[in-house]
């Protein structure tokens, strides 16, 4: 028998989540403390059916105010074979930001026409590459590049990346839309590109604008979509992702029906507009496991509570003091203030500066919820730590779709 959770998390665990008979998480059907004992931690523990759902409910959403529309998984924000394949299985298009990730979407199932490719500084070898397995748009960043595609790959549909002067109110290391930004092309330089573009032969077939990340306030959806409207008459126009998503129980986003309805209500009829989010798709869906190693009571300090993982498999608190919540997996809400630290040789490894669980002891599982995106991404090796499984849970089956790093993985490069 399994118990609703009324921890205040329900928003930011993945969809479906619950506590069993033994106050257990179960991921997807899956308790986490038996993935934890049969597969190792730390590991990513995602639900296949939340990421299908959302997936699902912006396609919805948008269905609902417009037939002239695609949803675009902007794949760095989990670029993982698997979840490509689900993505593209629910209808998605994909955008792509290097080589690597182009291989991934194609390993993934993703038909090249389907796939936009990004980068400020895309290399000859990418974009060789691209043009080679027929990559359907290129998103184009700079003159240089437009050079480089005049060589390369002549008659290319591209659309022109624009940064529109537009500063959300977000982490300025996740804000790309200012004009003071090294992505797109500022606003007095939009006619030349296009100027640029023609003259290159290249089909413009559109205006593309992504102006930052995890952005709750959707006024600046409306005016980036004004904006850009504003610049010519073309058919496509790609307003970018950003919508952003609860990693505390005190985060409370916008939906994306309201996200919709601010891209869409300043876009006249007739033209398509492409919507590409990458971390409202995945990152309420998956969750990090760790086990607890080491309880270090500092009396009228601090309670540090270290675990096996930290900042190789989560950069987000180092880089954007990102904030999250943490549980012991089988005693949610305990009321023991404390801090979550890595196991890194950096004092600024701490995941979690200050949460409350339940008298946390060696050996204990604990789950992070909300580090479906950006988590598996930015992963490294820093001390030389095999980086984490992702394993994707549905009704009660948990499937490992990258497996943990090995020693012999580490030294496999070697020359
Ligand atoms: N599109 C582009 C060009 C991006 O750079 C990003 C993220 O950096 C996204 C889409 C996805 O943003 P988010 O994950 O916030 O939806």
């Known amino acids: 028998m399994a118990a609703a959770l009324t921890t205040g998390l329900e928003h930011v665990l993945p969809l479906g ?88 979407a194609l390993a993934g199932g993703f038909s090249p026409d389907r796939l936009y490719l990004h980068g400020n500084n895309k290399t000859e070898a990418e974009l060789g590459f691209a043009v080679q397995r027929g990559v359907g748009t290129i998103v184009v960043d700079s003159f240089d590049e437009v050079d480089r595609l005049q060589r390369l790959a002549p008659g290319q549909r591209v659309m022109l990346r624009v940064t529109p002067g537009i500063k959300p109110e977000t982490h300025e290391k996740i804000a790309t839309g200012q004009e003071d930004s090294k992505f797109g092309f500022g606003l007095d330089d939009v006619p030349r ?121 989560n950069l987000r608190p180092m880089l954007y003091a990102a904030r999250y919540e943490a549980e012991i997996a089988d005693r949610f809400g305990g009321g023991d203030l404390c801090t979550v630290a890595g196991m890194h040789c950096e004092s600024g490894d701490i995941l979690i500066r200050d949460t409350e669980l339940d008298d946390p002891r060696p050996g204990d599982v604990l789950v992070v919820p909300a580090t479906g995106a950006y988590g598996h991404a930015m992963a490294n090796n820093y001390n030389a730590i095999p980086r984490p499984p992702v394993i994707l849970c549905r009704e009660g089956e948990a499937r490992v779709v990258v497996r943990r790093e090995t020693y012999d993985d580490l030294t496999l490069r070697d020359a």
């Open 17 to 104: 989540s619950r506590l069993n008979a033994r106050g257990a998480l179960e991921v997807g059907g899956c308790d986490v403390t038996e993935l934890a004992r049969e597969l190792g931690t730390p590991a990513y523990v995602y639900s296949e059916d939340d990421i299908r759902a959302r997936a699902r409910a912006y396609r919805e959403a948008f269905a609902a105010r417009t037939e002239r529309f695609e949803i675009v998984y902007a794949s760095k924000a989990a670029p993982i074979t698997a979840v490509y394949r689900l993505m593209a299985d629910e209808g998605l298009s994909c955008d792509v930001a290097s080589g690597g990730e182009l291989h991934l």
């Open 193 to 313: 590109a296009i100027e640029a573009c023609t003259d290159a032969g290249l089909e413009l077939c559109g205006l593309h604008a992504h102006i930052g990340s995890q952005i709750y306030e959707l006024s600046v959806f409306e005016r980036l979509a004004e904006v850009l409207w504003g610049m010519g008459d073309y058919p496509l126009l790609n307003l970018g992702g950003g919508l952003g998503i609860a990693y505390t129980a005190e985060d409370h986003p916008p939906s994306v029906n309201d996200y919709a309805d601010a891209l869409l209500t300043r876009v006249p009829e007739g033209v398509t507009v492409l919507c590409e989010p990458g971390r409202s798709l995945v990152g309420n869906a998956g969750v990090t496991i760790y086990t607890v190693g080491t309880v270090k009571r500092i009396p009228g300090v601090r309670t540090y509570v270290a675990v096996d993982g930290g900042m190789s498999d």
